[in-house]
């Protein structure tokens, strides 16, 4: 009855949490499989920002459900974003559930499955469903514990939980609750321990990892919590590379700017949600800033970094946005030369403000705007890759390929580089010299002089 197998959804920050759970399983005696098929207890953690997300997971659950006929004591379990968002609906559009766990109760789910699996071996009845969605002060500060994968080489990190946004479009205010922070101690804590079992990159983690101890931390010599925690994770002996996910433009000050130019291991590749670029669409997602102000944002990061990367989060067919309003968007997009990009459709959000707005866009026109910006996108990271050849970038090797028998790798601007290499090799920081491009990989060979090898 203990294998558990633990299916994620939606974003890194769904990853990080699937980690606490199954590392806190495991040190409660639990193994944790690789495959559902294999187990005797599946977890979904699941993702409420689009509807496809939820769509997935519940049809995940209504799948599993059919095992219970042929094992009743089979355990199927929800938790996380789509568990906070319906609630105990949940249980009555998916009565075979056994378990609804929000996103502040991870790490109740040992007791949780320990008093199911209890009563299931039992004679008694079988224990109806567990709802357990509560709010929990300082439940960020359990999301700290790695599996300690052998070769793993990059981590991340959950720097807070939570979002004070009100995003017009957006469910995770009401997902993940207001934003609470970390210490910095117990942060650099956790990425000292990590770098101690060989993780060479981490990535900090975060709703809006600008507005990092806003409330809870002073500002100390001009520099914000953020960028005092960036700065105490330079100093961490191992970390080689330091990333972070997301900013907010609203919070992006100088002395982020200035970090880029102090700080060796932060690596120049941005992931700053644009959302739209047109002013009158980003007023009516109620997202506090303008185009303008977005722009000087980049512009004073490619000032001080000239080979800064950008990635962005972007909307298309927000309610309201019309043709003229998209091409304002696209032209933008097109200005920013974004290197990389996820594209969205806008998908209704029950009890978000733009779930009633009038003007909702057609999907086929949602489809074709987004073709429109995957285009641009194709273009501007293609370019950006070529303009690599014949250059040598170094990479972190983090191990073999999916396919092939060649290795994967980043480059410190997360550009996927594919090339030969060995097992030693892993975890090491090394010179690539770039022979091929395409749009989403670089390809060449390493340069292996003075490298243990
Ligand atoms: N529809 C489409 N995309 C959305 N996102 C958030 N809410 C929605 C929605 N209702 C996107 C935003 C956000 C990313 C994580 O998901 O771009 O930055």
Redesign the pocket.
């Known amino acids: 009855m203990n294998r558990v197998y633990i299916k994620t959804y939606g ?1 890194q920050m769904n990853e990080r949490d699937s980690e606490q759970v199954a590392s806190d399983l495991r040190h409660r005696g639990y193994s944790i499989v690789d495959t559902e098929h294999d187990a005797d207890v599946v977890l979904l953690n699941t993702c409420s ?2 509807d496809q997300a939820e769509q997935k997971a519940i049809g995940k659950a209504g799948y599993l459900k059919k095992r219970k006929r042929e094992n009743p004591n089979f355990v199927i379990g929800v938790m996380g974003c789509m568990a906070q968002n319906h609630g105990s609906t949940l249980v009555d559009r998916l009565p075979d559930l056994d378990l609804v766990v929000g996103t502040q109760k991870f790490h109740r789910v040992p007791d949780h499955l320990d008093n199911l699996i209890q009563s299931l071996n039992g004679q008694g009845p079988r224990p109806s469903s567990i709802i357990d969605l509560d709010a929990e002060e300082g439940s960020q500060n359990t999301i700290r514990d790695h599996l300690g994968k052998k070769g793993q080489v990059s981590a991340f990190v959950s720097i807070m939980q939570g979002c004070n946004m009100n ?1 017009a ?4 205010p009401k997902t993940r609750g207001r934003e609470r922070a970390r210490p910095i101690e117990e942060i650099v804590d956790e990425v000292t321990r990590v770098a101690e079992s060989g993780v060479k990159e981490v990535t900090l983690l975060g709703q809006i990892v600008t507005s990092y101890g806003r409330r809870e931390f002073p500002v100390v010599g001009g520099k914000s919590p953020f960028v005092q925690l960036l700065e105490k994770i330079q100093d961490v002996k191992g970390i080689e590379r330091i990333r972070f996910t ?1 900013p907010h433009p609203r919070g992006f000050k100088q002395d982020l700017v200035e970090a880029y130019r102090d700080l060796s291991k932060l690596c120049e590749y941005i992931h700053l ?1 644009l ?1 739209s670029g047109c002013d009158k669409t980003l007023r009516a997602m109620n997202r506090p800033y303008t185009k303008d102000r977005y722009r000087e944002i980049v512009d004073s990061l490619r000032e001080m970094v000239p080979s800064m990367y950008f990635s962005t ?3 298309v067919g927000f309610p309201g946005e019309t043709e003229a309003d998209f091409n304002e968007t696209a032209a933008f997009f097109d200005e920013i030369r974004y290197d990389m990009a ?1 594209i ?6 029950t009890g ?1 403000p ?1 779930e009633t707005m009038p003007d909702q866009i057609p999907q086929e026109e949602k489809e074709r705007r987004n073709q429109v910006l995957l285009d641009l996108l194709h273009k501007h990271s293609l370019a950006r890759n070529e303009g690599l050849l014949g250059t040598t970038e170094q990479v972190l090797v983090e191990g073999p390929a999916k396919k092939g028998d060649k290795y994967v790798g980043h480059t410190r601007g997360w550009r996927n580089a594919i090339f030969d290499a060995n097992p030693r090799l892993v975890g090491q920081l090394v010179d690539l010299k770039i022979d091929r491009a395409t749009a989403s990989t670089v390809y060449g060979d390493l340069v292996l002089a003075g490298v243990d090898a």
């Not at 969205?344 to 959000?349: D, E, L, M, N, Q």
């Open positions: 974003c920002v689009r995003c479009f957006c469910i995770v997301s949600p959302q989060d972007i909307i996820y969205f459709k806008y998908s209704i959000r978000t733009a």
